[in-house]
């Protein structure tokens, strides 16, 4: 609510309590009543009404800080805005990669310039990959089953026994309906696979098949570690499906022998018939993918700390500062003047104020010294700005002596990724593999971020309350499956899908049962 929407309704309170108070004091109704009313005392009452609605704003703006200092310890996705995520391939450079190698998670890669501004972003998951190209795909039908063939070669002149080729993952790109009903039909119909090579055909059982994205560690937007994973899983889906549309074929070097040529097909067959319109080509079986997120490490500019404000604004980039935006606060590093002036003082060290670091600082004798975040919506209306504020224990000592203070920040690129199209995100860095090139197969998506306002308040109690008894309740459920949907606060279309999921959910029901485990 803005200042205006206060003033206007301070003012109207106060002109209707003059009017019930001009009944009691008919002969000051010419002060208070009419349209000839006394200047001066309509200037009082404009300059009460002023006063108490910055007040007001006052009250409203610090109460979110109780609420935010809690979800800051517990749920600290909630104040951090969603950056913009994609999906990345990479692709085997000839003759630079003969076997198998892994390229880490965390890896960075950059965009081509936006606005004189490069994007970066980093790998989410471990991308193995190996000197293979796709060569085909083709797909046969019958009335009670559907098989798909693709068809792989080893790039150079050494077999496919040579490349060590253990775990194979990949895509479900292309057009999403076809790519979604893959999904369906890869974790519920399929019946076997087959590795076929020359003469060479062995089945794989359909257990050496499993989805990406679910497990810990596979994860794509950084959690904190006392959330619970169901949590990530769930903002991950709402926010960007696209994670899940992965699959992975483990263990095949069993299947492997030393007399296999370049050439082989993984055939995968279906115990039902795949829907007429599902339209399978080569980027529904896409290798070497990963996705990828708009999140950097990032110094800001530093802070004169001389006491004499309360809390100052962090700022990434005096430059361009629509082109970054905080993530998270890293390291909070201090440096007091010597008293003989110029000399850099001792490094001081500051911790987040909600934290427990309190209880370590006191039993080790240290000085108190934290910081204290807080988040707000730009006055730009592109995302948030962050202030901070520093409580230090010896503060009546640092009368009169200036202190910089360095932060280090995880940032994004703000709105600058949606300008961004397919194949912009190829250029090379310090830590992108020299074997490998890569470039983003899907277009970034647009950044999201929650609601500061009082609604994030309802949020943490639902959160505070649930229990798995709370989650057999269908109107718990939908609770928290509107809680992380943060695409549906800016995205019409992505409301409208959310409600339609949400009305399709009727009942829930369970019952109790018992189960002897490793008995």
Not at 482 to 507: C, M, P, S, T
Request: net charge negative; glycine share 6%.
């Amino acid at each position: 609510m803005s200042q205006d929407k206060f003033f206007r309704d301070e003012l109207a309170f106060l002109k209707e309590q003059g009017a019930a108070f001009t009944e009691v004091h008919p002969q000051l109704s010419r002060f208070l009543q009419g349209k000839n009313t006394d200047p001066d005392v309509e200037r009082l009452l404009e300059g009460f009404a002023f006063l108490t609605a910055k007040l007001r704003e006052k009250v409203e703006d610090e109460f979110p800080e109780l609420t935010h200092s809690i979800i800051n310890m517990l749920w600290p996705n909630y104040l951090r805005p969603i950056p913009s995520l994609s999906i990345a391939q990479f692709s085997p450079i000839e003759k630079a990669l003969s076997v198998g190698q892994k390229i880490p998670a965390q890896t960075e890669i950059d965009s081509i310039p936006v606005m004189e501004t490069v994007c970066h972003f980093k790998t989410c998951r471990d991308v193995d990959i190996y000197p293979i190209a796709p060569i085909g795909i083709t797909t046969n039908h019958t009335r009670e089953a559907s098989i798909i063939d693709l068809q792989l070669e080893v790039i150079g002149e050494q077999g496919l026994s040579d490349i060590g080729l253990q775990d194979l993952q990949f895509y479900l790109g292309g057009q999403k309906y076809s790519a979604q009903m893959l999904y369906l039909w890869l974790n519920h119909y399929l019946a076997r696979i087959e590795l076929v090579c020359g003469e060479h055909q062995f089945v794989i059982p359909k257990d050496h098949f499993k989805s990406v994205g679910f497990e810990t560690g596979e994860g794509v937007l950084p959690f904190p570690k006392n959330v619970y994973e169901g949590y990530r899983i769930l903002q991950e889906y709402l926010t960007f499906s696209d994670a899940f549309l992965f699959g992975e074929l483990c263990n095949l070097s069993q299947f492997i022998t030393s007399d296999m040529g370049q050439e082989f097909t993984l055939r995968f067959v279906f115990s039902k018939t795949l829907p007429a319109d599902v339209r399978v080509r080569e980027e529904s079986f896409s290798l070497f993918c990963t996705p990828i997120i708009n999140l950097f490490s990032h110094d800001a500019d530093p802070i004169d700390l001389t006491g004499k404000r309360s809390e100052y604004r962090m700022v990434p980039s005096s430059r361009y500062p629509t082109h970054y935006e905080i993530f998270s606060i890293d390291k909070v590093q201090g440096w007091q003047e010597a008293h003989e002036g110029r000399i850099r003082g001792q490094k001081r060290v500051y911790s987040a104020f909600e934290s427990f670091q309190h209880e370590i600082e006191r039993s080790r004798h240290r000085e108190a010294l934290y910081y204290r975040a807080r988040v707000k919506n730009s006055v730009r209306g592109d995302g948030f700005d962050h202030f901070i504020s520093f409580v230090r224990g010896d503060e009546t000592n640092c009368i009169g002596i200036s202190e910089a203070i360095s932060l280090e920040l995880t940032c994004t690129n703000r709105q600058l990724p949606i300008e961004l199209g397919i194949g912009d995100i190829c250029a090379a860095t310090n830590t992108s593999p020299s074997f490998a090139s890569f470039k983003n197969i899907t277009e970034p998506t647009q950044p999201l971020r929650p609601t500061l306002d009082g609604s994030l308040l309802w949020t943490l109690i639902s959160n505070l309350s649930l229990n798995y008894l709370s989650l057999l309740s269908k109107d718990a459920l939908c609770s928290v499956i509107r809680a992380y949907d943060f695409r549906a606060l800016v995205d019409r279309q992505a409301e409208r899908v959310a409600k339609l999921r949400l009305d399709g959910i009727v009942e829930i029901n369970s019952k109790p049962i018992e189960r002897i485990i490793k008995g």
